[in-house]
């Protein structure tokens, strides 16, 4: 166990382990908690109040979480010194307590600080950014059909451009870069310009998409698709997609089926003429697309362009959607924008057993301290994080009190502003009737 400098571990909790591949959570675990910067000061007592009120009630007492303090950003220097935006002690502690939740965090400018969170999941190895995107009724949003959209998107989470691998341009490094690809490769890139590597391997995709497949299959979701620029990356985005289909058929052969299969499976003698079948997966009116008529996980793939028009226009055609990392990043944030933007759009960091929880969007530094923003993303990171310890009375009971609240028109300032006749609560406020809407 490590030894912590300033974190104070709850006397009153146990820790969460892992027997036999899996979390082995105690009645009273302990959770670290980052409050984050900005709005985290807002957004940190509200969603602490919504989860222990949930849990409180779910369990009628017998289970309650120990919070856990840790520290990031501008808090962990005000307790740590100097440049200490991320210290040892608040990565051991999420290491060994295995479950932990965070604000959003200021990425530090200058001074070659890389952003806290890319540090967060490529110190940890949280290879997975799990992000489910859906509508509560009542939000207000764009689409025709917001509730067509259910999806749960995967995106990898530590390569790819985000790998930080990458130099300036003018810099005597990219003199060297550029004289090895011009020379050793015999590839042409222009004298002035910056370069930035793309590194995708078979271990980041694989992890990810084992991550994905084993969630399809656990909560029985009707499709996986991998989201990718393969038509012109062949080598990084196109093998995602090849190793993702390898992995999908050599280790869930029993589960799934390749919508290539499908297809040769709903064919006519002729080759040429589709056999509809009732409630086969042609069938796009209304709602979810049936699936597939034996119950199996249809695996396909999209092209990244064509994917961010078909959420919109054939939204219910996704479910599960596997993405490298900067494909992931962009497609998230347009799938929550379909359902009332980032105040309601959770997430995880999640590697092969650790997981950290986090508000989707950043610190909003203009609206902090003032109790006005809205807890949804963050309180909505808490339900996932209820729900992977397997304590789901809870976290389905904070969903249907934010629905029952949605409903009932009470919201925060963000959604206020788009809906007619509603009444505008503080982040406090909101959290406040959250609780008083829970049964
Ligand atoms: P931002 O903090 O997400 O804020 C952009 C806008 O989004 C806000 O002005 C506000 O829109 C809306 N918004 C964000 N959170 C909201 C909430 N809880 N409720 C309602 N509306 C909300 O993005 P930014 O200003 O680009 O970034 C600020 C800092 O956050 C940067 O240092 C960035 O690096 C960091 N960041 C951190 C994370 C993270 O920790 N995961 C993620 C992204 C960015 P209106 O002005 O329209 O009201």
Known sequence: MAEFDKVIVPESGQRITIVDGKLNVPNNPIIPFIRGDGIGIDLWPATQLVLDGAVEKAYGGERKIAWMKIYAGDEAVEHYGDMQYLPEDTTNAIEEFIVAIKGPLTTPV????????????????????????????????????????????????????????????????????????????????????????????????????RKALDFAVAEGRKSVTFMHKGNIMKFTEG????????????EYREHIITEAELWDETMAEDGVTPITKPGAYADLRGGKPAGDPNGRIIVKDRIADSIFQQIQTRTNEYDVVCCP????????????????????????????????????????????????????????????MLNHMGWREAGSMVEKAIEKTIADKVVTYDLHRQMEGATKVSCSGYAEAIVGNMK
Request: net charge negative; aromatic share 8%; with cysteine.
């Open 110 to 209: 200058g001074g070659g600080i890389r952003s806290l969170n890319v540090s967060l999941r490529q110190i940890l190895n949280l290879y997975a950014c799990v992000r489910p995107v859906r509508w509560f009724e009542g939000v207000p949003s764009p689409s025709v059909h917001p509730e067509w959209m259910d999806i749960v998107i995967f995106r990898e989470n530590t390569e790819d451009v985000y790998s930080g691998i990458e130099w300036e341009q003018g810099s005597e490094e990219v003199k060297k870069v550029i004289d090895f690809i011009q020379n050793t490769m015999g590839k042409k890139v222009r004298l002035d310009s910056g370069i930035g590597v793309k590194p995708i391997s078979i271990t980041g995709t694989k992890q990810l998409i």
């Open 239 to 250: 093998a995602f997609k090849d190793w993702g289909y390898e992995l999908a058929v050599e």
């Open 325 to 384: 990392n900067l494909n992931g990043d962009y497609l998230s944030d347009a799938a929550a924008a379909m359902v009332g933007g980032l105040g309601m759009a959770a997430g995880a960091n999640i590697g092969d057993h650790v997981g950290l929880f986090e508000a989707t969007h950043g610190t909003a530094p203009k609206y902090a301290g003032k109790d006005k923003v809205n807890p949804g993303s963050l309180i909505l990171s808490g339900v996932m």
